[in-house]
């Protein structure tokens, strides 16, 4: 059973635009919600995180948005660039405990 | 941000030889530490968790016996695959959780070739 439900699978989107990947969970137990960056080839990195006592939280072009009350986050890159190309991953985990990963997107920024 | 690293990177070897993938955080210390598989365009697949001086916690349907794993300091962790085989062959990456910060930091992988 997939804790955390990730969409949509693959994303293309143009130089300057936004590019939105959204999550879901169920347990609501989960109190920490990462994202991870990961190029071919290489281990993810982390992104971003944010816990559930805030709704939004921006770092750079990076922003998560977090809907407790529908159990939903969603990553949102703005000016996407080329090199924001990767897959991007979701996770979920109760504090102290294993993390949950979503099943990944794939970005593509076209020039 | 914290750093693991994982040696060695890329390793070929042939069937039914025993292969040992290490796991450090350098610039923390991990009690716990966790090994994934992925597959290519892939999610990561949680194999074990490993505790510090403690034995290994496996995720269902990976044999213990054959992915071996030993936590032996707050900073290393190994995986060794006995006897690989071809459909071992994947890209083993490990991540190690830093308890100040309640978050996990990956190694960069090591991709496994058995022939």
């Known amino acids: 059973q997939q804790q955390v439900k990730q969409s949509p699978q693959s994303l293309i989107v143009q130089k300057g635009g936004i590019s939105i990947i959204n999550c879901a969970y169920e347990n609501t137990a989960f109190d920490y919600f990462p994202w991870y960056q990961q190029f071919p080839g290489k281990g993810p990195a982390l992104l971003i995180a944010i816990r559930p006592d805030v709704s939004e939280k921006k770092e750079g072009r990076f922003t998560i948005s977090f809907n407790k009350s529908a159990k939903q986050f969603s990553l949102h890159i703005m000016d996407s660039q080329p090199g924001d190309s990767a897959t991007y991953f979701c996770a979920a985990t109760p504090t102290g405990n294993q993390f949950y990963f979503g099943t990944g997107t794939s970005l593509t920024v076209i020039p | 941000g914290a750093v693991v690293s994982q040696h060695p990177s890329w390793v070929i070897c042939k069937s039914g030889t025993s292969v040992k993938i290490e796991c450090r955080s350098l610039?923390?210390?991990?009690?716990?530490m966790f090994w994934y598989r992925q597959f290519p365009k892939q999610s990561l697949m949680l194999m074990a968790t490993?505790?510090?001086?403690?034995?290994?916690?496996?995720e269902q349907g990976v044999e213990k016996d054959k992915f071996l794993i030993n936590h032996a300091s707050l900073t290393l962790s190994t995986l060794t695959v006995t006897s690989a085989h071809p459909e071992d062959s994947s890209f083993y990456i490990c991540?190690?959780?830093?308890?100040?910060?309640?978050?996990?930091?990956f190694g960069p992988g090591t991709r496994l070739l058995v022939l």
């Open positions: 490993s505790n510090e001086g403690s034995k290994a916690t496996y």
């Open positions: 610039d923390f210390q991990a009690t716990t």
């Open positions: 991540s190690a959780r830093d308890v100040r910060q309640e978050t996990q930091y």
